[in-house]
């Protein structure tokens, strides 16, 4: 994705601004402080804002999608989400004092309490709120890190599908989605999730697309992993946006093409049968259900390589279940073109690998930009699965909304 360069020069003025203008309220902390203690304090954080805002300019320069790329933006962006906290205090402050200063009277009777010995002047009250809440997104964006990023989750649910054929009763099918390999730093966390679902014993394994970020080589380190996925009856797998390289600048069109071939070829290397607008019929004895695959359709924006009716084509059984990264395709084209389609699995949103949940309930950002953003919906006799996503991107962690393993249980028996 190319950033123009006016719109980098912009971003640059405004993280500028940000460091000079939180370091307000850094020198308001410090005006009864000892001078040499001072000093010190303003040189450090000179010293920070000069190496946050040449790591800033650095990142817009570096191929992106990389561990050291995610591990400095986070650096960079805890930084900076700190001194914009930081610096809503300290604009506080200066409305106050643009308050005072026009309303002459009040800035007096103002002066005449802090001279009768008011305990802390408002200025330094609000100085030393803003350092207090800026360690906030430090605080719990590294603890994101250490402990939300691999902090698997196995979500179960049961679905039911009246049409089911009996042979298929009870099937369990294991889900994941957006693994992003090129993110990871920990191979054995990685290792412990894949152990998970190995536990589960699943029939059948679905992947939903976005193996690495830019380019198929960052799943090196970890095809002998996933490779290792087993099932009965087998791994089936589909694109996600990020699986083309879009997202980067490549020397020539055929390098990109490459990288695509090189990507179909992992997945043929790794044992999973990746459907590219394609389906195959599952078998047993004389039952038999339906998997299609379409490659990546994304609602707005995002590329639009499925072809549907072509994926749907020719497709077998009582039950059809479809794979397809964005959940934004099940609104725009599954329900109404596809009705028969009784299950569709998708990714795609991460949670925006922030949110909140507590039981039934949950809350993300990812809410506002997706009707459909993680779990079970159901509309009329279809339903739609979210995965939550494996890996991560951007951030290099995970708050609130873990990284998750789906087992769905199918039965054509009503749940009570």
Same mark, same amino acid.
Not at 13 to 23: G, R
Not at 92 to 117: M, N, S, T
Not at 183 to 211: C, N, R, W, Y
């Given at each position: 994705?190319?950033?123009?360069?006016?719109?980098?020069?912009?971003?640059?003025?405004?993280?500028?601004?940000?460091?000079?203008?939180?370091?307000?309220?850094?020198?308001?902390?410090?005006?009864?402080?000892?001078?040499?203690?001072?000093?010190?304090?303003?040189?450090?954080?000179?010293?920070?804002?000069?190496? =946050?805002? @040449?790591?800033?300019?650095?990142?817009?320069?570096?191929?992106?999608?990389?561990?050291?790329?995610?591990?400095?933006?986070?650096?960079?962006?805890?930084?900076?989400?700190?001194?914009?906290?930081?610096?809503?205090?300290?604009? %506080?402050? &200066?409305?106050?004092?643009?308050?005072?200063?026009?309303?002459?009277?009040?800035?007096?009777? /103002?002066?005449?309490?802090?001279?009768?010995?008011?305990?802390?002047?408002?200025?330094?009250?609000?100085?030393?709120?803003?350092?207090?809440?800026?360690?906030?997104?430090?605080?719990?964006?590294?603890? @994101?890190?250490?402990? @939300?990023?691999?902090?698997?989750?196995?979500?179960?649910?049961?679905?039911?599908?009246?049409?089911?054929?009996?042979?298929?009763?009870?099937?369990?099918?294991?889900?994941?989605? &957006?693994?992003?390999?090129?993110?990871?730093?920990?191979?054995?966390?990685?290792?412990?999730?894949? &152990?998970? %679902?190995?536990?589960?014993?699943?029939?059948?394994?679905?992947?939903?697309?976005?193996?690495?970020?830019?380019?198929?080589?960052?799943?090196?380190?970890? =095809?002998?992993?996933?490779?290792?996925?087993?099932?009965?009856?087998?791994?089936?797998?589909?694109?996600?946006?990020?699986?083309?390289?879009?997202?980067?600048?490549?020397?020539?069109?055929?390098?990109?093409?490459?990288?695509?071939?090189?990507?179909?070829?992992?997945?043929?290397?790794?044992?999973?049968?990746?459907?590219? #607008?394609?389906?195959?019929?599952?078998?047993?004895?004389?039952?038999?259900?339906?998997?299609?695959?379409?490659?990546?359709?994304?609602?707005?924006?995002?590329?639009?390589?499925?072809?549907? &009716?072509?994926?749907?084509?020719?497709?077998?059984?009582?039950?059809?279940?479809?794979?397809?990264?964005?959940?934004?395709?099940?609104?725009?084209?599954?329900?109404?073109?596809?009705?028969?389609?009784?299950?569709?699995?998708?990714?795609?949103?991460?949670?925006?690998?922030?949110?909140?949940?507590?039981?039934?309930?949950?809350?993300?950002?990812?809410?506002?930009?997706?009707?459909?953003?993680?779990?079970?919906?159901?509309?009329? #006799?279809? /339903?739609?699965?979210?995965?939550?996503?494996?890996?991560?991107?951007?951030?290099?962690?995970?708050?609130?909304?873990?990284?998750?393993?789906?087992?769905?249980?199918?039965?054509?028996?009503?749940?009570?």
């Amino acid at each position: 994705m190319h950033i123009p360069l006016l719109v980098k020069l912009l971003i640059l003025l405004f993280l500028a601004w940000l460091d000079v203008y939180a370091y307000q309220a850094t020198k308001t902390l410090l005006k009864q402080k000892d001078r040499r203690f001072a000093k010190w304090v303003k040189w450090v954080y000179l010293a920070q804002g000069i190496v =946050m805002f @040449g790591l800033s300019t650095y990142l817009f320069f570096v191929q992106r999608g990389t561990v050291s790329f995610m591990f400095l933006l986070s650096i960079v962006f805890m930084s900076y989400a700190a001194k914009l906290l930081a610096v809503l205090f300290v604009f %506080l402050d &200066d409305i106050r004092r643009v308050l005072i200063w026009f309303f002459q009277g009040r800035k007096r009777r /103002y002066e005449k309490r802090v001279e009768r010995g008011q305990k802390m002047p408002r200025s330094k009250f609000l100085a030393r709120s803003a350092v207090a809440v800026a360690t906030l997104p430090v605080v719990t964006m590294s603890f @994101g890190i250490v402990k @939300g990023a691999y902090d698997y989750r196995v979500r179960r649910r049961r679905v039911y599908l009246p049409n089911l054929p009996k042979a298929f009763e009870g099937m369990k099918v294991a889900q994941l989605s &957006d693994i992003h390999s090129g993110s990871f730093f920990d191979k054995t966390a990685v290792q412990g999730g894949i &152990d998970l %679902l190995h536990a589960e014993k699943p029939d059948v394994i679905f992947f939903t697309g976005d193996l690495v970020n830019n380019q198929t080589k960052e799943v090196s380190d970890y =095809m002998d992993m996933f490779s290792k996925l087993k099932a009965d009856f087998g791994v089936y797998s589909t694109l996600g946006n990020h699986d083309y390289g879009d997202y980067m600048q490549w020397s020539s069109h055929a390098a990109k093409r490459n990288n695509l071939e090189d990507m179909i070829k992992v997945h043929e290397r790794m044992g999973w049968r990746l459907l590219m #607008n394609e389906n195959e019929t599952l078998k047993t004895g004389t039952d038999q259900i339906a998997v299609i695959g379409v490659e990546n359709w994304g609602a707005g924006r995002f590329a639009k390589y499925g072809q549907l &009716d072509k994926a749907a084509m020719g497709a077998e059984g009582d039950v059809k279940l479809l794979l397809s990264h964005d959940p934004s395709h099940w609104d725009a084209q599954v329900r109404s073109q596809q009705p028969d389609i009784d299950l569709m699995f998708a990714g795609h949103t991460h949670g925006m690998q922030l949110g909140v949940e507590i039981g039934d309930w949950r809350w993300s950002p990812s809410k506002y930009m997706y009707k459909q953003w993680a779990d079970l919906y159901k509309e009329g #006799n279809q /339903y739609l699965y979210v995965n939550r996503g494996y890996g991560f991107l951007g951030f290099p962690g995970r708050i609130g909304i873990l990284p998750e393993i789906t087992v769905l249980e199918l039965t054509s028996r009503p749940l009570a």
